[in-house]
């Protein structure tokens, strides 16, 4: 007996409805299998993703340079903002103490700022840089100083507050500081610059040569210290255990289709005691399974990715990338293992067909 391609695959499209409880079961074990895979990728991705932003965030890629005598040139530190590979810098220096006129007898240390450090110490803010102050989140909550409220300090012009700075992150020592907005003109005694992880290690190395003079090096030191940090978000990308999933998820779902086909011997023996080939055997199981395979697929990745967003967390376009290809890798792994699974078991003559039965 011959088939034509279209007949072997009406052929197995009517045993997938035929089937229907055995293949709403095997639809439903891959889709487990490969939705619990990736939701182990994206949660995981999740995971090392908001630890590398709270490292980012605490100052992990900032340098502070240092220079005794004069100081740090306050235009030269604010010209990096420029540069390439430079997310932010600017300088500060000491105005000593200040007092309310409200408070005399409590004193806050006073700073001059240039724009640049703004951006740098509290990133994602943005603060008039005209004439007035900033107050650290500390001091505004310890004064009752808000936005737009006029302040007098002692022998001073009354002076309005343009902003409240949160800056505990990376420069928790500011929080109960007076910031005073200045022009980048002479010397400041710290210039803080932020880099982009890619560039951060070079750009640290370079901050010497670009302020150096010949009286005195510059000092220059890391916010934070890598030591600080005991996770390595890239080593432990590189040897999480899903990482190699696809292939147990693979075999696990191969186990299930041949327990399947071992179970329907009989049925597969009857096409070859007809004359079905082994390969048109192949084109028929192909046609039932992958349908199967594609729809549990789908749903356990779709699934996933719905579980993850409803924990209130976003899912980007690169954890979705890395759920889908390893995911996708054991369900294309999985084809042809499912279109071949009924050739291999089946035996074709009539007497094993009754032995079976």
Known sequence: MSWKTRELINEGTANLRGSAFRSILLAAICAAAFGGLAFAEVRQAADLSAFAA????????????????????GSRC?????????IGAGAWRSAGQVSFASAPGVLFQAADVTPGILAVWSPGERFYSGAGVIAG??????TGLRRGLMVRFLENEPMVVTGVAELAPRMPQATRWVL?????????DECWVEFEPGVSE????????????????????SVRRSDEFTRDPAAEWES???KHGWVAVTIALSGFIVAAAWYRRSEAALYMATGTGRLELVVMSAAEHWPIVALG????????VSAHLSWGEGAAMDFARHAAVTS????????????????LIARGNIAALLKDR
Not at 54 to 73: F, N, T
Not at 78 to 86: D, I, T
Not at 137 to 142: V, W
């Open 54 to 73: 709270s490292y980012r965030e605490a100052g992990a890629h900032i340098a502070v340079v240092s220079l005794q005598g004069d100081g740090i040139p």
């Open 240 to 242: 999480r255990p899903q």
């Open 137 to 142: 989140m500390a001091l505004a909550e310890e």
């Open 297 to 304: 697929w789908c749903i356990g990745y779709s699934y996933a």
């Open 180 to 188: 005073g907005p200045v022009s980048p003109s002479g010397f400041f």
């Open 202 to 221: 070079a750009g640290k190395a370079s901050l010497a040569a670009i302020f150096a003079t010949g009286a005195a090096d510059p000092v220059v030191r």
């Open 328 to 343: 996708g890798a054991a369900a294309i792994l999985l084809l042809p293992a499912s279109a071949c699974a009924n050739a």
């Open 78 to 86: 604010e010209a990096l903002r420029w540069e390439q590979g430079v």
